[in-house]
């Protein structure tokens, strides 16, 4: 059973530009989430995706995006990057099954804007 | 508005001693709570979890504890070890809420030896 694996691990953007995030849902799961951690806080919910659907979403403008495919892996896009994007981007997996269940994290994306 | 608080930013312990760690939530529609451990350069890792319909969940070394009259929960670490010293983040869901995670900004852990 393979975990969470989130692509790439580090990057360095300008601000203005656009960003892709990807993230590979463990083994068996039909749920995702996108977190938005800042530094010393707690990860912020930014939306998520069950059978490629948007089905939630947090306090983030429109320019955050996301898709999931047939195989569950996902893609957050950024557009028009500000410098307070700058923050750990943590994809979280987990299987809906009608009742609450823990989400398995990725091991994260470091975004700088500079 | 935080809805999940975490208000002691960090504990240090001794090796073999008990870690009590604490978190306070204010939304009453919270029925669902997990703690989780985040070493730094990795994303976070489930440790347990509680539903609202349980005052208490144990697994190994790790308590948890639910009073939800106090809107109140802690986690117990019994005995701690040098291993432990990580971030915990105190997490919350809501039936309805698709299963979304409030959680808590975090308390940094550390266990001398």
């Known amino acids: 059973e393979t975990g969470v694996t989130q692509s790439p691990t580090h990057l360095i953007k300008t601000r203005g530009q656009q960003v892709t995030l990807r993230c590979s849902s463990q083994?068996?799961?039909?749920?995702v989430s996108w977190y938005q951690q800042a530094l010393g806080q707690g990860p912020q919910f930014i939306f998520q995706?069950?059978?490629?659907?948007?089905?939630g979403r947090g306090n983030f403008p429109p320019r955050f995006s996301g898709l999931q495919f047939p195989n569950y892996s996902s893609e957050l896009n950024v557009n028009a990057l500000e410098l307070d994007d700058s923050a750990l981007y943590l994809c979280?997996?987990?299987?809906?099954?009608?009742?609450?269940?823990?989400?398995?994290f990725g091991q994260g994306t470091r975004l700088t804007v500079v | 508005d935080q809805q999940v608080k975490q208000n002691s930013p960090s504990l240090s312990v001794q090796e073999g001693r008990i870690s009590i760690l604490n978190c306070d939530y204010t939304?009453?529609?919270?029925?669902?709570f997990l703690w989780y451990k985040k070493y730094p350069a990795e994303g976070p890792t489930f440790l347990i979890s509680?539903?609202?319909?349980?005052d208490k969940n144990e697994d190994g070394r790790f308590t948890v504890f639910l009073n939800k009259s106090a809107k109140h929960l802690s986690l117990h670490i019994v005995p701690s070890q040098p291993g432990d010293s990580a971030v915990y983040f105190c997490?919350?869901?809501?039936?309805?809420?698709?299963?979304?995670?409030?959680f808590g900004k975090g308390t940094l852990l550390t266990v001398n030896p």
């Open positions: 509680i539903s609202s319909i349980k």
């Open positions: 083994s068996g799961h039909n749920t």
């Open positions: 997490a919350a869901s809501a039936e309805g809420s698709n299963y979304k995670l409030t």
């Open positions: 939304n009453s529609m919270f029925d669902y």
């Open positions: 995706y069950y059978r490629e659907e948007e089905n």
């Open positions: 979280a997996s987990s299987y809906r099954q009608g009742v609450n269940t823990e989400a398995f």
